[in-house]
């Protein structure tokens, strides 16, 4: 009687303060050991929020702190791309005594001094994925940043599996010096001898993630090369549209190496049949990076007990030939633009992103 | 490139008292000198399967180079190209959801949206006076704010039926080809046979003389962004079907490019003639040239470069006086040597 006086009091005391969460629906679940009992207030800052990739990891974010009931408060701002506005909201977040802040820092070292600012005046600072500079306990709490080194090292491990005795290799990645390329390319080297060439400009084939210089970079490269085995990709999704492509060369679509998009497993689920050479791995796109992040900066702020891990390392996902750890997958029924390899359900994924 | 240019400039020198053929013998002796290269040095980029992977995007840099000729032969420049085609990929593309019975509406949505950007753009540039700069760059945020509000930055899977449309081949040749050719068609048509064609051609000359000749100056400069926007629609409605998941930005990439070929196709940046098929073969030309850059697998850095130095070329030849300027040098030259 008393509890659910008490729950009923701290549901009305959250519709009061117009808050995101639901009490009941904190309460429903068990309270994960990162969540600790002091109150505190969150903001999940991005530094653009505009595409389906960033909405799905936003629900992930919101749907992460949800879990823990000592979060009172939770606030997102958009940087929409623009520098000068993430440092802003950075510095209000601040000014109005936000108790944790998750950032994704698209500008990189530009967010640093608004970063440590924050951090100095006693809040949790939490930034992730993208290298910020900085270091830990001096600029702010702890950085997590995904290892793209281990995507690297994953896709190796199943080139050399699946090409056991070498292959020729097409890399392509984002825009020219990503970081993001850089490593993962450092991953496949880990793996892969001398028997495995790369047939792009070192380091990759720019395609700045964008699927229609993605689909001219590879008509170039098939023209090029008449043995392609294998074509890693950082963002299987812009592939989507390239692919066909080899179809005007009257060639198979060799084996992709990549990461998840539910557009693209339907994609191989149309065409694998005509086209034979179409093996199909994938890892996880990493929007669940967010919620290791998240989990840290709660932890931090409410007392409770950080994550082991500091470092995202995305899972395999998508695997056509052996199903492990599972077989490629398509909702035709959900939009393109989701990542099934996301904890947050086709479904939701399909509310965040407005279909 | 760097060896064709002298011959070119000879070709355009000789031909310099025919005024038609500068723009167009260059871009096309252009054009020859770098299937030959290609021929040579990468003869990938040449072949059948990688023209029909490349033509498409020359397609659609070709029809909205045609759009900003037609601004900047009233002496203006579109920077809302940018918004225009992204918005045309996402309502091409949002509105259907994958149901082709939706397309047209979508299409027809689209170009009633071109319409208005088109008119507003005019109005405040003709009737208003406001720099074109200033006005265009207003209505490619104004456009961006559409583009949000209809997908929220989220790209949509196009529909079957407008990815057999615009991206699909007959006679081996892809669609995009004929759109461009058809345009192509239609704008020479109207700029070079019409009265109305040639009355906004003179008006981009010399608008005060066509004024004072009893030309009504105004409703064909605002038209030329009218006509602009319908063109960049296309395009964008084009690679909603080329590139089969768009993302919500794909004009971004295509500003530049689109002053690009119609500098190189020889319109005066301070208005005037047209030259439509010279601006269809610039985009070939430039297109080819990324091909030519991609396969034979110079750094990004280089490519970029490349593209750059085939503007500035493009700008040198048209806009400075070689002739004079020559003469001019050659003579302070031996006024040194001999003091």
Redesign the interface.
């Known amino acids: 009687m008393k509890l659910s006086n008490l729950k009923a009091c701290s549901a009305l005391a959250a519709l009061g303060l117009g808050l995101a969460l639901s009490a009941t629906s904190a309460s429903a679940q068990d309270v994960p050991s990162w969540c600790g009992p002091n109150k505190a207030t969150l903001a999940l800052l991005d530094g653009f929020g505009g595409n389906s990739w960033r909405l799905v990891t936003t629900a992930s974010g919101k749907q992460e702190a949800e879990k823990c009931p000592s979060i009172t408060e939770y606030f997102y701002a958009d940087g929409q791309g623009d520098t000068q506005k993430a440092i802003s909201d950075i510095n209000s977040m601040a000014a109005r005594g936000v108790n944790a802040m998750v950032v994704f820092g698209d500008a990189g070292p530009a967010v640093l001094p608004a970063l440590t600012n924050a951090y100095r005046s006693g809040a949790v600072v939490v930034p992730y994925r993208v290298n910020v500079g900085g270091e830990a306990g001096k600029n702010y709490t702890r950085f997590i940043g995904a290892d793209f080194v281990y995507d690297g090292e994953s896709w190796g491990k199943w080139i050399k599996a699946n090409f056991p005795d070498g292959a020729n290799i097409l890399f392509l990645s984002g825009p020219a010096g990503n970081s993001q390329g850089l490593d993962e390319l450092k991953g496949m080297k880990n793996i892969l001898d001398d028997s495995y060439v790369f047939l792009n400009p070192e380091p990759f084939a720019v395609t700045n993630w964008d699927p229609s210089l993605t689909q001219q970079v590879l008509s170039a490269a098939i023209a090029q090369h008449e043995d392609i085995d294998v074509i890693v990709s950082d963002f299987g999704p812009s592939l989507v549209g390239a692919l066909p492509v080899f179809g005007n060369f009257n060639r198979s679509i060799p084996a992709l190496a990549t990461s998840d998009g539910n557009s693209l497993g339907c994609f191989w689920e149309e065409n694998h049949e005509a086209n034979p050479d179409f093996k199909l791995f994938t890892v996880a796109t990493g929007n669940d990076n967010v919620r290791l992040a998240v989990q840290w900066a709660i932890a931090e702020a409410t007392g409770g007990t950080p994550p082991e891990k500091e470092i995202f390392e995305a899972p395999n996902f998508e695997d056509s030939t052996d199903g492990d750890p599972s077989p490629v997958q398509c909702r035709a029924d959900l939009p393109g633009a989701i990542y099934l390899s996301s904890q947050l359900s086709g479904d939701d994924q399909a509310k965040a992103v407005g279909q | 490139m760097a060896d064709s240019s002298p011959n070119t400039f000879g070709g355009a020198a000789g031909l310099a008292s025919v005024n038609l053929a500068k723009g167009f013998v260059t871009i096309v002796v252009s054009t020859l000198a770098l299937i030959v290269l290609c021929v040579i040095f990468?003869p990938?980029?040449v072949?059948?399967?990688?023209l029909?992977?490349?033509l498409p995007?020359a397609s659609v840099l070709a029809i909205v180079g045609l759009g900003q000729m037609l601004v900047v032969q009233q002496g203006g420049f579109d920077l809302s190209v940018p918004g225009s085609v992204s918005l045309a990929v996402v309502i091409a593309t949002h509105m259907p959801?994958g149901n082709d019975a939706m397309l047209l509406q979508s299409v027809l949505v689209a170009i009633g949206f071109a319409l208005v950007a088109g008119v507003l753009n005019g109005i405040m540039v003709a009737y208003f006076r406001l720099n074109a700069i200033v006005a265009t760059i207003g209505m490619n945020a104004l456009l961006y704010a559409a583009v949000?509000a209809i997908s929220?930055?989220?790209?949509?899977?196009t529909t079957k039926l407008l990815a057999g449309i615009a991206g699909g081949k007959t006679l081996g040749i892809p669609h995009s080809v004929y759109f461009a050719l058809g345009l192509l068609a239609i704008v020479s048509f109207v700029l070079k046979k019409t009265v109305a064609g040639r009355r906004f051609e003179a008006i981009g000359a010399n608008p005060k003389a066509a004024r004072a000749a009893g030309l009504v100056v105004k409703p064909y400069q605002a038209m030329a962004y009218v006509f602009a926007q319908l063109l960049y629609c296309t395009a964008g409605i084009l690679?909603a079907g080329?590139?089969?998941?768009?993302?919500?930005f794909?004009g971004n990439?295509l500003l530049l490019p689109s002053v690009a070929v119609v500098v190189l196709a020889g319109t005066s940046l301070l208005g005037g003639r047209g030259f439509p098929i010279s601006v269809v073969i610039a985009a070939f030309f430039l297109n080819q040239l990324?091909?030519f850059a991609?396969?034979i697998?110079?750094?990004?850095?280089a490519q970029t470069i490349v593209q750059a130095l085939a503007l500035v070329f493009g700008i040198g030849v048209y806009s400075i006086d070689w002739t004079t300027r020559f003469k001019t040098a050659t003579q302070s030259s031996t006024e040194e040597e001999n003091p």
Do not use: C, M
């Open positions: 990468a990938s980029a072949t059948a399967g990688s029909v992977g490349s995007f959801n949000f929220g930055g989220v790209p949509r899977i690679i080329i590139t089969r998941e768009p993302t919500a794909q990439s990324s091909q991609l396969s697998g110079v750094p990004y850095s």
